[in-house]
């Protein structure tokens, strides 16, 4: 998928059932019901890559094959907060995919689970269009950083993978607030309210 060394290479399939513990019994069948299969397929660590780093300890890469086209996203955060390390996702239905990956830390209560800061979802693709690359130098903060600045939404230099998804907050708080006052402009029938509004979105506009 991303042209990993051979190295760092792990191919093992993980039952849908290891998160039980992590699931409701609706959770359960969706498990079921939406995937195929779930191969953990490259380890980015220390003892595989000779690669270090401060945020990220290990970045796994995860391909997850579905019965049907859907976007996963609820069963993706199941997984993401169960396992303490940096996952990146390839989600694929027949000859297409997508990719999913979480900037997280660890729970200060419980160091066997995760809390997610920011999700970068990518389009869908078909496999021969993968743009995606991962280089491995630096370290694995560098890594995992510049691969989110593949899928974030926002024309910005970042230093940090915490800068960032601080900057991607901002944006989507802004993307909402602003689909929010156009539905509100459309329903206005006060020429003057809807002048108002209409300054407002504006202002966040130029902001944006």
Request: aromatic share 10%; with cysteine.
């Amino acid at each position: 998928m991303f042209h990993l060394p051979k190295n760092t290479e792990v191919n093992k399939v993980i039952p849908k059932n290891a998160f039980d513990s992590y699931t409701t019994t609706k959770q359960k069948k969706s498990f079921s019901n939406k995937i195929q299969r779930i191969t953990w397929t490259n380890k980015i660590a220390f003892d595989t890559a000779n690669l270090t780093g401060v945020d990220v300890s290990e970045i796994q890469v995860f391909k997850i094959e579905l019965k049907e086209k859907t976007v996963i996203k609820d069963l993706l955060s199941i997984i993401e907060k169960s396992i303490p390390y940096h996952i990146i996702f390839w989600i694929e239905f027949d000859k297409e995919f997508y990719i999913s990956t979480s900037a997280k830390h660890l729970n200060p209560q419980n160091e066997d689970l995760a809390v997610i800061d920011y999700t970068f979802t990518s389009d869908w693709r078909t496999n021969e269009t993968n743009p995606y690359k991962m280089e491995l130098k630096n370290n694995l903060d560098w890594i995992f950083k510049k691969f989110c600045d593949q899928l974030k939404s926002i024309d910005t230099d970042t230093k940090s993978i915490n800068e960032l998804v601080e900057k991607q907050k901002s944006n989507d708080a802004i993307l909402k607030k602003i689909e929010k006052l156009k539905s509100e402009i459309a329903r206005c029938k006060q020429f003057n309210k809807k002048v108002e509004l209409n300054l407002k979105l504006k202002v966040l506009q130029s902001t944006l």
